[in-house]
């Protein structure tokens, strides 16, 4: 059963969540939106985009797709068209907010020809930005476009950029709403120490901007490698409260870089990497500001369970500093190099104890779920089974994972392929029913890049046959992370000082599987004069969970989402060496049988190195 000869599913009734896809240069496709919200986009397109629409197309029973005439999300398009394709993106995500669909996410889901996919989720909405949302693109290699921002926020983005990048500014230009900035040097290209120097300023731009009551409502690659931010204006955030935030950057295909962070949690990130990457930490240093971690290995650059390894790990990063009081927010791209990954944005909190899992998505029809309790296994195995009409060729358990080898190439779609919409379709109905079960959308992150690096050449995926004529730059970016949280409303994240942000694809949460148990508050063990007692306990609870918890752990880590603490090398080695067998356990799933096989050792089709086809979608989901 082919892609293109298979429609949706019906639609169950009161279905709340629909997509948008950005697809190829100049198009948008609607999925599973009504009459309604097709009519909003068609009155945007006729009056933002001055070219106007070329043709439009209903197919699969729940798709409608706009062609453009022009290329309105080309990466090499005038700065008139940039500045009217971020306008159009702005009025759409705008008007389906006033009318409660409010943005859950926004990820590339695949490698060729998609530029992003917004999810939406239908919300009864009181209130409503009534200004027009902020628009922050960085454009090129070197600029700033800023749309709709009210005058006295020029002065803003001036002292950030005077206090924060050193190279500073080389022009100023403000015409027809517009304000281009165009920056020394190449920020969005960066080496060495400017690539934390163009980090830094855009996290106290997010930062002041929170503060002047614009937060940030989601960020999107819809016309390069590099993001668009959208802030909406929320007049109940208190004006000038500071915003407490820091940054986490995967770089290249080792590095952990700690930006604009407290001392304190320099320690909680050294002892969460102890505890979850078996190979460890070959080496730190303190660099351009940042503090620095470089792997032994190299994780953002992983295949078969070694890339379950470095989603794991990332997992429980997110977890440990959330136990901290600082909360996952965000997750955005601001490099053009195919070798770097996202930089996460964690904002201050109350401390939270609660797990995270992921969905990965990986070469061009494989989904894997990562640190999946058995009823979110349970709950997306229905899912995929019901919603994805083409098929599973394959089932496999391991631990607390799971993978699905899916019939068709969901995550790799050709121009006129309908995989893609079979795709979206299902992960849809993934993020319904996982909200159903209290899972909410966190965040989306590239996690890893596969390239292969040229000596004077550019670098190009590495394909295994160096046929790279019909790839283009947005190829490159290979690995998305899908972060949800566990939440009783819609605004997750409750206890976030001035309220949650969110944005990426999808990260769920369930009520807390922790081995962390106290008789105490979580603040009062926290304090001083408990420290040694925390620590004592953390490592009792280790030492007595490792058995109970070990043998369902495909990562060879602690379950405990207690706050990471140092602890002795060799200990945590012995326990990941006494929890490591459970790696090669496995059920199959094939028609009816369930069978228990050794893991799959890594095969060509898992060996990125070999595959032009290599995506991976990671869902990262903290549970309470």
Not at 269 to 287: C, D, F, L, M, P
């Amino acid at each position: 059963m082919g892609g293109s000869q298979s429609n949706l599913p019906q639609k169950p009734l009161g279905f709340e969540y629909m997509c948008i896809a950005i697809y190829t240069v100049d198009k948008l496709r609607i999925i599973l939106g009504g009459d309604y919200e097709i009519s909003i986009l068609r009155q945007i397109i006729q009056e933002f985009w001055p070219r106007g629409i070329q043709r439009e197309l209903f197919q699969l029973n729940g798709v409608h797709e706009f062609k453009l005439k022009g290329y309105p999300f080309s990466s090499f398009s005038s700065s008139n068209n940039a500045k009217a394709s971020r306008v159009m993106a702005e009025r759409i995500l705008h008007r389906l907010y006033r009318d409660g669909w409010k943005l859950q996410l926004s990820s590339n889901l695949t490698r060729t020809k998609d530029k992003t996919t917004w999810f939406f989720k239908k919300v009864s909405t009181q209130t409503f930005p009534s200004k027009p949302l902020l628009v922050v693109g960085l454009s090129s290699y070197d600029s700033l476009m800023i749309v709709n921002a009210p005058m006295e926020l020029h002065q803003l983005f001036k002292d950030v950029i005077e206090r924060t990048y050193p190279n500073g500014i080389q022009k100023w230009n403000y015409k027809d709403d517009v304000l281009v900035i165009k920056l020394k040097g190449y920020p969005w290209n960066s080496d060495g120490e400017n690539t934390v120097h163009s980090r830094v300023l855009l996290n106290t731009i997010i930062a002041e901007l929170h503060q002047r009551q614009w937060k940030l409502y989601g960020n999107s690659n819809f016309k390069s490698d590099t993001n668009t931010f959208f802030f909406e204006h929320d007049p109940n955030l208190l004006l000038g409260e500071p915003s407490p935030q820091f940054l986490i950057n995967l770089n290249g295909t080792d590095l952990i870089r700690v930006i604009s962070a407290p001392e304190n949690l320099i320690s909680a990130v050294r002892s969460t990497i102890q505890r979850n990457w078996s190979k460890g930490i070959q080496r730190e240093r303190a660099y351009a500001g940042s503090w620095e971690f470089k792997l032994e290995g190299t994780p953002w650059w992983a295949d078969g369970i070694e890339a379950v390894k470095s989603r794991h790990l990332v997992l429980k990063l997110m977890e440990a500093l959330q136990g901290y009081g600082w909360s996952p927010v965000a997750a955005f791209d601001s490099s053009r190099k195919v070798s770097d990954n996202s930089t996460l944005l964690f904002r201050q909190s109350q401390p939270r104890q609660s797990p995270f899992l992921c969905i990965s998505l990986n070469v061009s029809d494989r989904l894997r779920l990562i640190n999946a309790p058995e009823d979110v296994k349970k709950v997306c195995q229905d899912v995929i089974q019901t919603q994805y009409v083409l098929g599973i060729q394959r089932v496999q358990t391991f631990g607390r994972n799971m993978a699905f080898k899916l019939l068709g190439n969901p995550w790799n779609t050709e121009i006129d392929g309908h995989d893609g919409i079979h795709g979206r379709n299902m992960l849809l109905h993934l993020v319904s029913a996982l909200g159903s079960h209290g899972w909410a959308p966190v965040l989306s992150a590239d996690v890893s890049a596969k390239h292969r690096k040229q000596d004077k050449a550019p670098d190009y995926p590495d394909d295994g046959n160096n046929n790279i004529k019909y790839l283009s730059k947005r190829t490159d970016k290979l690995n998305v992370c899908l972060s949800f949280s566990l939440t009783n409303d819609i605004d997750r994240l409750s206890n976030v000082p001035n309220g949650p942000v969110t944005n990426g694809v999808m990260t769920y949460a369930t009520p807390s599987e922790s081995s962390f148990v106290a008789d105490r508050s979580y603040n009062e063990r926290l304090s001083p004069h408990n420290t040694q007692a925390v620590t004592a306990d953390t490592n009792r609870s280790t030492a007595a969970n490792s058995k109970e918890n070990g043998h369902n752990s495909g990562e060879n880590c602690n379950n405990s989402s207690s706050p990471a603490l140092a602890t002795d090398r060799s200990s945590v080695n012995q326990h990941q060496h006494d929890s490591g067998e459970s790696e090669n356990l496995v059920s199959k799933v094939e028609g009816e049988k369930v069978v228990q096989e050794e893991a799959p050792e890594k095969s060509d089709e898992d060996d990125t190195t070999n595959n032009p086809n290599y995506y991976s979608c990671c869902v990262l989901v903290p549970q309470r």
